[in-house]
T-cell receptor
Framework: EDQVTQSPEALRLQEGESSSLNCSYT??????LFWYRQDPGKGPEFLFT???AGEEKEKERLKATLTKKESFLHITAPKPEDSATYLC???????????FGRGTSLIVHP | DTAVSQTPKYLVTQMGNDKSIKCEQN?????MYWYKQDSKKFLKIMFS???????INETVPNRFSPKSPDKAHLNLHINSLELGDSAVYFC????????????FGSGTQLSVL
């Protein structure tokens, strides 16, 4: 069974304090690893798709990386507006359906 | 124009009632999905349609029935609502299969009293 596990469940940072979120996956024949951001009361907003180990993508203060077993979302010098829940999902080569992790709730204090 | 739109935004109803949630996408995508998000933010796939054909039907009670009248619409009908059905339901679409990304609607918060 495909599984995606995110850690930590919750993370509190001070503004400017860099950190990383982890996404471990056991997905058969991975066809893509998604990162999404979700604000309260809204739908998930797309950040990145990674396809192969060693791949990296960046957007403003966020950088996503991928290995054969996990993905990291690095947040450099975060600001309070980066506070949100970050969701990771793996796309199975069998079902083609994205399986989501339970998310990491990030709070950045000013 | 909103890419993936769901109605209603909020739905409050009594146990035992039947309700529907509508979803429309104007992106020209071939694949649409329904996800259920629980109070702990866990998104779980319920159904997926590709070109109006059901391709994924996870372990969901028979009380839930998706209907896709055309590629742009995927509606969710729920019979005999139960307390445990309370959640946020998200519709999503993708251009490709496997998807390169999902486009989500803003969600429907269902509260069963």
């Amino acid at each position: 069974e495909d599984q995606v596990t995110q850690s930590p469940e919750a993370l509190r940072l001070q503004e400017g304090e860099s950190s990383s979120l982890n996404c471990s996956y056991t997905v058969s024949g991975l066809r893509g690893l998604f990162w999404y951001r979700q604000d309260p009361g809204k739908g998930p907003e797309f950040l990145f798709t990674l396809y192969s180990a060693g791949e990296e993508k960046e957007k403003e203060r966020l950088k996503a990386t991928l290995t054969k077993k996990e993905s990291f979302l690095h947040i450099t010098a975060p600001k309070p507006e980066d506070s949100a829940t970050y969701l990771c999902a793996g796309v199975s080569g069998g079902s083609y359906i994205p399986t989501f992790g339970r998310g990491t709730s990030l709070i950045v204090h000013p | 124009d909103t890419a993936v739109s769901q109605t209603p935004k909020y739905l409050v109803t009594q146990m035992g009632n039947d309700k529907s949630i509508k979803c429309e996408q104007n992106l020209g995508h071939d694949t649409m999905y329904w996800y259920k998000q629980d109070s702990k933010k866990f998104l779980k796939i319920m159904f997926s349609y590709n070109n109006k054909e059901l391709i994924i039907n996870e372990t969901v009670p028979n009380r839930f029935s998706p209907k896709s009248p055309d590629k742009a619409h995927l509606n969710l009908h729920i019979n005999s609502l139960e307390l445990g059905d309370s959640a946020v339901y998200f519709c999503a679409s993708s251009q490709d299969l496997p998807p390169k990304r999902l486009f989500f609607g803003s969600g429907t918060q269902l509260s069963v009293l």
